[in-house]
Every structure is written in C-alpha cells, then in structure tokens.
C-alpha cells in the first residue's frame, strides 16, 4: 500500500491532502497553481507552468516552478522546503533560483532502465501487462537511437538477448523527445508504404505501441514515483497522435463455416487428437481466450451446473472483473469435459508436458501452434486462427440473442469492444432486384 492509499483510507479528496506534513510531495501538489491573465485581445491566456506561494519567516514568496507536471512540480517545492530547513530560507531560494539542486543532472542522466525499474516498484499493472509497456518503450527508445535489436534479441542460450537488453536499458531517458518519437513514427509508417494491407496492420501495432508508452507515463505511475523526468520524454508520448484505425469489425471465418470446422474436427480430431478437439471446442462453444484454456483446471468445470467458472487462480489473473463469470456449457462439449473428467491425471483440463510458468509462455503453446496450422488449413484466414475461434461464438450469438448477450457471454467490459471487434452481422441487406432478373431469364428461357 503506497502513503497517499494510507492517507485516503480515511479521508478523501484535497482535504485528506492537506493533512500531510510539509515533508510529503502531495501537501505540496495540491498548493500549486498555474497564472492567469487577459491579452490585449481580451482573451484569457494560462501559464504553462505551475506556481507556487510559501509564506516563510512572516513573507510570502511566489515561485515558478519552470515545470508543467504537476508531480515533477510538486517534488520540486518539497525539494526546497526541505532544504530550506537544512540551510536556511534565503540561501535554499538562491540555490533554487541557480537553478541548483533542482534534480537537472538527475533527470538528464536518468535511463531507460531507472524508468522502468521505480515505474515497475510503483505500477499495479500485472507482471506480464508490465512488462509489455517496457518492451515497447524499450523498442521506441532503441529504434529512435539507432541500438540493433535484431535476432539477437531472440537468442536467450548464449546471452546475447541480456546484452541487447542492457542496452537498451542504458539509453538515457531524455533522448525520447516530442521530434524524435514523431520521426521514428513516420519511419515505421514507411516500411509499409505502398501496401495497403500492410499499412492497416502496421497502423494498428503502431497505435499499440504508443498507448502501451503512454501507460508507463500515466498520472497514477508518475504521482508515486519520486524521479524528477526530463519534460521533454512526458511530452513526447503525451503529444504524439494515435494513427487512424483500420476497420477491424470480424467479418466470418474465410472460406469456410463454423458448422464444416465442426464436422472436420469431429472427424479428423476427436479420436486422433483429443487435446486439440478439446481446445478447439473449448474455444468455439465457449469462447475462452487463449490463457483461459491454457489454465483451466478441472475445479472449474461444474458438470453438475453445466458450466465452467472462469476465476482467478494460481495460474491465472483475468484482465478485469468482468473477465471473470460463468460460461455454459453445450451439450457435446459437455459431455466431452464429462469423459475426460474419469480419466484425467493431473489438475489441468488440457493436458500437456509443458509445466506451467509464471512467464507469458503458454504452457499450451504447442497444441495452439498445431491447432491454428489445422485452421489454415480448413481455410480460416486470419493472422490469429484461435482467437477467430472466439469471434465466431460472439457472432453466433448476437446473430440469435443480440449484441448484449454476445458481450456477457464473451465477458467484454464494454459493449463497444463487442461491436467493433467481434461481432459479424448475419443478416445481408440486398436490393431484391435479383429477383426480377431471375424472372426475366426464365421467360426468356421458356420463350425459347
């Protein structure tokens, strides 16, 4: 639990705020305040950075802090009380106003590394969510200084994957400026220039990166830590512009349907391979997500309901509270869980060799990888052959139920997310002039 948790156990808002000591950043944080003015236009016009008024020895003194976050700000003044107690008021506001002892050699010396070691200490993001925001900051920051991450970030037996990371982990922090990410946005752009299908997937990882960046440098990671960041890295993500998405609403499997998969897999994989039938059902009829089949466990499973209970686990945190609930469970699949139950060894639902890892290896890797190579086969087409598994049980039922009922069965938090990315329309809206086409040929034919 962080100090300012403690302090709102009780108390909320500026009021809980303004009962810390002078010592605390946040006593501080709520004392600032921006100037305001009217131009000669009459127009209101607001500081970019934030002030500050200390009254000490009977005089109040009013300070720019020079910064525009107000965290950084804020450290700034509780830096100087603090150093006014320890030397004096007058000589702490002149070292202040050198601009010494204000963190400047710190924050240009900080890198990426620092970063992303006291955002880990303070962040609530889960490890593996975590340690995508780094990987991406790490990618930005390595791509924008011109460190090679190649294949030999790939290669973990010879430890040259911990060497390209160390690098990256060295760049220093102040080198991510608003120009530079913005360059380094337009070069990614570019590799897929000329191919409109490339460029509507590059746009979507691009625009993940970014937000991914973005999280590292959210007000609920930067209000704990006690770093003072260069301004120019918090406005490079802040002012960077996501990429016009491409439309990713699901339009159906390819070139086959739900109702032949089903009778290939019952044919081809029921008998021959049972732990790939059991994930492709697991998938299709319950549309579980990767990590949910892959940590299913058979206390999960209530046959007795006909249902599986999708819960936290020593294996497995859900993305969200509404990520959680219970599934129901079709007849075959069922039955089928009902046949494994009397014969399964171990606590998991889909046996495999691989042991499970706190790491975000699937411990189902190998299934998945056979089972999505099956899918292309059958003539799935899509980069993600499982998960499209999932987007067909959505779309089956807002077909049959509506949209409301595909996003509780799917457990989204939000609807639109149900809308925009997994549901496919059955109903196909034509003109009906076909019809009187059809008409025509057969007069045509019987005139004939």
């Not at 710190?106 to 990426?112: A, D, E, P, Q």
């Amino acid at each position: 639990m962080t100090d300012e948790d403690d302090v709102n156990r009780t108390k909320t808002g500026p009021v809980a705020r303004r009962s810390l000591s002078k010592d605390h950043r946040l006593y501080w944080e709520v004392r600032l305040y921006k100037k305001r003015w009217r131009d000669n236009a009459g127009r209101f016009c607001e500081s970019p950075h934030w002030y500050v008024r200390i009254h000490f020895g009977g005089r109040e003194t009013r300070l720019c802090t020079g910064i525009s976050n107000k965290t950084v700000a804020a450290g700034i003044v509780r830096d100087l009380y603090l150093e006014s107690r320890r030397i004096g008021w007058e000589e702490a506001l002149g070292m202040f106003r050198r601009g010494e002892g204000r963190k400047n050699d710190r924050s240009r010396k900080l890198t990426v590394g620092d970063f992303l070691e006291a955002a880990r200490s303070v962040s609530t993001a889960r490890p593996e969510t975590f340690n995508e925001y780094a990987r991406c900051l790490r990618q930005v920051a390595g791509q924008i200084n011109g460190v090679i991450s190649g294949k030999e970030k790939f290669s973990r037996r010879d430890g040259r994957s911990k060497k390209v990371r160390e690098r990256l982990n060295g760049i220093r922090l102040d080198s991510l400026t608003p120009e530079g990410v913005e360059r380094w946005k337009r070069r990614y752009l570019g590799k897929a220039a000329g191919d409109p299908v490339k460029l509507a997937r590059t746009r979507t990882s691009l625009n993940t990166i970014i937000r991914q960046c973005r999280a590292l440098f959210c007000r609920h990671v930067l209000k704990h830590l006690d770093l003072e960041l260069p301004q120019t890295t918090l406005d490079a993500f802040s002012e960077i512009d996501y990429e016009r998405s491409p439309d990713t609403r699901y339009r159906g499997l390819g070139k086959t349907s739900p109702e032949l998969l089903l009778i290939a897999a019952e044919r081809e994989l029921c008998d021959q391979k049972p732990e790939l039938y059991t994930v492709f059902l697991l998938a299709l009829l319950a549309g579980l997500r990767r990590r949910e089949i892959d940590t299913l466990t058979w206390q999960q499973v209530d046959l007795i309901n006909r249902q599986i209970r999708i819960e936290p686990n020593q294996y497995y945190q859900p993305k969200s509270e509404r990520s959680c609930g219970n599934v129901p469970l079709e007849e075959p699949l069922g039955e089928l869980l009902r046949s494994l139950m009397a014969r399964a060894n171990g606590e998991f639902v889909v046996a495999s060799y691989v042991q499970p890892q706190p790491s975000k290896r699937y411990r189902c890797d190998p299934l998945f990888r056979e089972l999505t190579a099956w899918l292309r086969e059958k003539g799935v087409a899509s980069t993600k052959p499982l998960h499209q598994l999932r987007k067909e049980h959505g779309s089956l039922i807002n077909a049959r139920h509506g949209i409301h009922a595909a996003s509780v069965a799917l457990r989204h938090s939000h609807i639109t997310t149900t809308a925009n990315y997994y549901t496919d329309s059955r109903l196909k809206a034509t003109t009906g002039l076909g019809e009187v086409l059809n008409a025509g040929a057969k007069a045509l034919k019987r005139s004939g």
